[in-house]
T-cell receptor
Framework: DAGVIQSPRHEVTEMGQEVTLRCKPISGHDYLFWYRQTMMRGLELLIYFNNNVPIDDSGMPEDRFSAKMPNASFSTLKIQPSEPRDSAVYFC??????????FGPGTRLLVL | QQQVKQSPQSLIVQKGGISIINCAYENTAFDYFPWYQQFPGKGPALLIAIRPDVSEKKEGRFTISFNKSAKQFSLHIMDSQPGDSATYFCAASDKLSGGYNKLIFGAGTRLAVHP
């Protein structure tokens, strides 16, 4: 298996632009997680899905962030409009059960 | 509020030495405690994990020690090697409504093993 696939790996955009991050989980995994990692705040859970349904979105910072999982093999995290404070590494992880998570390589986002 | 407190923030160890990273928690409902290892430019990867009914778990050079009464757990890396240089995160599994769980991560410890 290729593991969790994320795209793009790097994204540089200007403040106010829309950013879409993509994730393909490991086949057969029922859980999908979106995390944000920064030096100041560490690793934060943004949202997680079970069987394509959002279970916990309490970590989503504000309405500018949205996440979807239209099917078992694809999820997106969208930021609209983006702000410089959104600059971070965004990880997608998937798992068969929520306690043993497999992380993707991350998307490094820089908002200028 | 930091639910899982990890220390130290950074650690330098000589090759062959023992690396020790500590974590403390408050919520007694936490029931699973994994450690993740992250190399630069990569995502975290599960290293080893323990449940609170066990006081110690060993996998190769990596050992988790768990003290339920003190609400503390630690990672010991024996015979530390330069290839162990990475950031280590402890975590705890928190219960959500509906029978779901989510991981709460510590702030991370950056380990450097010098040859």
């Amino acid at each position: 298996d290729a593991g969790v696939i994320q795209s793009p790996r790097h994204e540089v955009t200007e403040m106010g632009q829309e950013v879409t991050l993509r994730c393909k989980p490991i086949s057969g995994h029922d859980y999908l997680f979106w995390y944000r990692q920064t030096m100041m705040r560490g690793l934060e859970l943004l949202i997680y899905f079970n069987n394509n349904v959002p279970i916990d979105d309490s970590g989503m910072p504000e309405d500018r962030f949205s996440a979807k999982m239209p099917n078992a093999s694809f999820s997106t995290l969208k930021i609209q409009p983006s702000e410089p404070r959104d600059s971070a590494v965004y990880f997608c992880a998937s798992s068969f059960w929520p306690e043993t998570q497999y992380f993707g390589p991350g998307t490094r986002l820089l908002v200028l | 509020q930091q639910q899982v407190k990890q220390s130290p923030q950074s650690l330098i160890v000589q090759k062959g030495g023992i690396s020790i990273i500590n974590c403390a928690y408050e919520n007694t409902a936490f029931d699973y405690f994994p450690w993740y290892q992250q190399f630069p430019g990569k995502g975290p990867a599960l290293l080893i994990a323990i449940r609170p009914d066990v006081s110690e778990k060993k996998e190769g050079r990596f050992t988790i020690s768990f003290n339920k009464s003190a609400k503390q757990f630690s990672l010991h890396i024996m015979d530390s090697q330069p290839g162990d240089s990475a950031t280590y995160f402890c975590a705890a599994s928190d219960k959500l409504s509906g029978g779901y769980n989510k991981l709460i991560f510590g702030a991370g410890t950056r380990l450097a093993v010098h040859p």
